[in-house]
Nanobody, 127 residues
Framework: QVQLVESGGELVQPGGSLRLSCAVSGITLANYPIAWFRQAPGKEREGVACATNSGGTYYSDNVKERFAISRDNAKSTAYLQMNDLKPDDTAIYFC?????????????????????WGQGTQVTVPS
């Protein structure tokens, strides 16, 4: 049974930093891409960052230069380091991975590719 559990979300002041964690079980994380999505109230879920199973990373334009995705395959955990947080970053943050078959080096910020999701963690940046 594949499980993803996010943690680390909280209220943080504008300009602050936060690191989210995603603990993954039921799969060998090293073989899978991992992605972070977020969903603000009344908005569609959007991809913010993904990490391939071969070392690559990709970011959406609105978080590039501020967010960094990483993964520790030995700990089966992925992370999202968020810096210079803004009120527009307020959302529930989800981690996700794909159902097989998996392509080497694949990474997508399109939600429909992902079949396994965590329950989300709330990040709030007040205006």
């Amino acid at each position: 049974q594949v499980q993803l559990v996010e943690s680390g979300g909280e209220l943080v002041q504008p300009g602050g930093s936060l690191r989210l964690s995603c603990a993954v079980s039921g799969i060998t994380l090293a073989n899978y891409p991992i992605a972070w999505f977020r969903q603000a109230p009344g908005k569609e879920r959007e991809g913010v960052a993904c990490a391939t199973n071969s070392g690559g990373t990709y970011y959406s334009d609105n978080v590039k230069e501020r967010f960094a995705i990483s993964r520790d395959n030995a700990k089966s955990t992925a992370y999202l380091q968020m810096n210079d947080l803004k009120p527009d970053d307020t959302a529930i943050y989800f981690c996700a991975t794909v159902r097989p078959p998996i392509r080497l080096g694949e990474c997508s910020l399109t939600r429909y590719r992902y079949g396994f999701w965590g329950q989300g963690t709330q990040v709030t940046v007040p205006s």
